[in-house]
C-alpha cells in the first residue's frame, strides 16, 4: 500500500532563518506531487506541482522553492523565511494518469515563523 | 481563478441536511471534494467528471452541472463526524499534468 511522509511535524524558525520540508511517498512509482500551504482557518494554496523528476510547476510569486532530486522525494525550502511563510504545510501526490485524480495527503508540517 | 464556494460556514442538527455549493468563471473537466477535520490532512471524498453525472458516498453525494460550471455536494441526515471544512477543488484540463485549485473551504458544524 501507498504511504507518504512528511517531517517535521512541527518547526519553530527565526525570520531570515532557511527552511527545508521534506516529503516522501512509498509504494508507487513517478506519482504527481504537490506542495500546499494553508494559512490559520484559510483555504488550501497550491505551491508547487511536480509531474517528474526535476520538472516542477511553480503556482505563485514567493520566497519559497520546491526540488524533486527523487521519483518519490519531494522538498520545499526556502533560504530566508518570512512572517507570513508561517502556516500548514501539506504535501500531496496523485497518479495523475487521466486527470489529476485522487490526492492523498500527508500529515503536514506545521511551521510557525517568528 | 479560485472556485467560489457558499456557504461559508454552517451549523447543524444531527439528523438535518445540508447543500454545499461549488461554481467556477472557467470551463471545468472536474470537480474535487475534500473534508477536513481540524489539525488534520484532507480527505479525499470524490471526484465529478463531466458529463453531469451524480455520486455518492453513503449519505454524502454530489453533483456536477458543467453548463453552469457548478457544482454541489449534499450531506444527509448529518452525524457529529460530518464536522469538518469541506472544500472543492477544480480541474480545468483533462491531463496528468494539470493542477487542482481549491475554493476557500466550508465549515460545516454538527451539533447534537
Known amino acids: 500500500s501507498q504511504t507518504i511522509h512528511q517531517w517535521p511535524a512541527t518547526l519553530v524558525q527565526p525570520v531570515g532563518s532557511p527552511l527545508s520540508l521534506e516529503c516522501t511517498v512509498e509504494g508507487t512509482s513517478n506519482p504527481n506531487l504537490y506542495w500546499y500551504r494553508q494559512a490559520a482557518g484559510r483555504g488550501l494554496q497550491l505551491l508547487f506541482y511536480?509531474?517528474?523528476?526535476?520538472?516542477i510547476s511553480s503556482e505563485v510569486p514567493q520566497n519559497l522553492s520546491a526540488s524533486r532530486p527523487q521519483d518519490r522525494q519531494f522538498i520545499l525550502s526556502s533560504k530566508k523565511l518570512l512572517l507570513s511563510d508561517s502556516g500548514f504545510y501539506l504535501c500531496?501526490?496523485?497518479?495523475?494518469?487521466?486527470?489529476?485524480?485522487?490526492?492523498?495527503f500527508g500529515p503536514g508540517t506545521r511551521l510557525t515563523v517568528l | 481563478q479560485q472556485p467560489v464556494q457558499s456557504p461559508q460556514a454552517v451549523i447543524l442538527r444531527e439528523g438535518e441536511d445540508a447543500v454545499i455549493n461549488c461554481s467556477s468563471s472557467k470551463a471545468l473537466y472536474s470537480v474535487h471534494w475534500y473534508r477536513q477535520k481540524h489539525g488534520e490532512a484532507p480527505v479525499f471524498l470524490m471526484i465529478?467528471?463531466?458529463?453531469?453525472e451524480q455520486k455518492g458516498h453513503e449519505k454524502i453525494s454530489a453533483s456536477f452541472n458543467e453548463k453552469k460550471q457548478q457544482s454541489s455536494l449534499y450531506l444527509t441526515a448529518s452525524q457529529l463526524s460530518y464536522s469538518g471544512t469541506y472544500f472543492c477543488?477544480?480541474?480545468?484540463?483533462?491531463?496528468?499534468?494539470?493542477?487542482?485549485?481549491f475554493g476557500p473551504g466550508t465549515s460545516l458544524s454538527v451539533i447534537p
Open positions: 477543488g477544480t480541474e480545468l484540463r483533462k491531463t496528468s499534468y494539470d493542477k487542482v485549485i
Open positions: 465529478l467528471l463531466k458529463g453531469g
Open positions: 511536480s509531474v517528474g523528476i526535476g520538472q
Open positions: 500531496a501526490w496523485s497518479m495523475g494518469l487521466a486527470g489529476v485524480g485522487e490526492q492523498f
